[in-house]
């Protein structure tokens, strides 16, 4: 036995020597296998028929290890949508294995610098990454073609370096960039209707973000099902209206009760200027309870929480985060992060809600 056991130990030793001693080349073949597994996939590929929804960003400005800024893919089919382009939306999405090049359009509910600070780097993954031979058609309201002029502008160096480095065949400059569709606000009680093609229909409504204007919220409709996206307002009767009898409601939340944490941590530090911003920004978001209200008043069948305020870092956090909730909307109920999915099938009622990263 002691022999043995001498044995196993020495054998155990002497293999970990040599995974010691070849850790280059071992870690050189494990980089290779999984670089080569995640360029031949593609969640797109991999999806049922239906309506998805992928959170490439479930944070806001305060930075959150595991929430980006405000971004949501929307996948319809084989169509893919973006909606918002925070910061580091577009490296979630490529971990999430969904390729930037096959985006037909981003969609902006406003122009707050947290939901398009990373729109220069998203228009140039999909012209990039796809090969694009056409701009990225971006929808937003009145001010857009503004902001991507001002993007254009900025890029107009880097564009260049690119066409030539890696020639026109892989960056055709005719893809570069995106090309504006504006549309006007309609008025509470109204929406307009952006894309009606092939069984779906994305819809444009009025949000309330005073003193941001414009703002927009949007409605998803495909193969009998239907997803909502509240973009940043306060408790929004618009909101109830359009979201009514959706299966997934897509709603941002701040929970007063732990910013004042923040807010009082910034008083104690003579942050007189982080406290100014702190006590401001209650006054144009809804709170977790308000928005479980309208999901309740609008017959959703789940609540999906995103541009979450403050950062959650910690998972107790989250349960602080929705207190309350549970008594103004019985549905089901997901803090969102980086990587949160839900699916819905076509002509179905399932929800079926998991995490890509």
């Not at 973006?82 to 580091?88: I, M, S």
């Not at 780097?121 to 694009?132: C, D, K, P, V, Y």
């Not at 409709?221 to 996206?229: A, F, I, P, T």
């Not at 997901?334 to 890509?356: C, K, Q, W, Y």
Request: proline residues 6%; hydrophobic residues 45%; aromatic residues 6%.
């Amino acid at each position: 036995m002691r022999r043995f056991v001498l044995g196993t130990g020495v054998t155990i030793i002497v293999l970990a020597a040599l995974g010691y001693l070849f850790r280059g080349p071992l870690v050189m073949r494990l980089m290779a296998r999984v670089v080569a597994s995640n360029l031949e996939t593609d969640l797109l590929r991999e999806l049922p028929d239906g309506l998805h929804v992928a959170l490439c960003g479930a944070g806001s400005p305060l930075p959150d290890p595991t929430r980006s800024g405000p971004c949501t893919a929307v996948i319809a089919g084989d169509r893919l949508y973006v909606v918002d382009t925070g910061a580091g939306g577009s490296r979630t999405l490529a971990e999430m294995r969904i390729p930037q090049g096959a985006i037909d359009g981003i969609l902006l509910t406003h122009f707050h610098s947290d939901h398009i600070d990373g729109l220069g780097e998203m228009l140039l993954q999909r012209w990039a990454g796809g090969s694009s031979t056409t701009p990225t058609p971006v929808y937003g309201p009145v001010g857009l073609e503004r902001v991507l002029e001002g993007f254009a502008l900025a890029y107009s160096a880097d564009r260049q370096y690119r066409i030539a480095h890696h020639g026109e065949q892989v960056v055709p400059p005719v893809g570069a960039g995106g090309i504006a569709h504006e549309f006007a606000v309609p008025v509470d009680g109204e929406r307009v209707t952006l894309i009606d093609d092939a069984g779906l229909v994305i819809s444009a409504f009025r949000v309330a973000h005073e003193p941001v204007e414009p703002a927009v919220g949007y409605r998803f409709d495909y193969k009998g099902r239907s997803v909502v996206l509240s973009g940043d307002t306060t408790k929004s009767a618009n909101v109830e209206r359009f979201a009514a009898g959706a299966d997934l409601l897509v709603h941002e939340a701040l929970a007063p009760h732990l910013l004042m944490v923040i807010t009082d941590g910034a008083r104690a530090a003579g942050r007189t200027n982080l406290v100014k911003i702190m006590e401001d920004i209650p006054d144009y978001h809804t709170s977790p309870v308000e928005a479980a209200e309208v999901a309740h008043a609008a017959g959703v069948d789940h609540l999906l929480f995103n541009h979450i305020v403050p950062p959650l870092p910690a998972a107790p956090l989250e349960e602080l985060f929705v207190e309350g909730v549970a008594e103004a909307y019985s549905g089901p109920v997901t803090v969102g992060r980086d990587g949160t999915l839900v699916t819905l099938a076509a002509h179905a009622a399932s929800i079926e809600v998991s995490n890509l990263l």
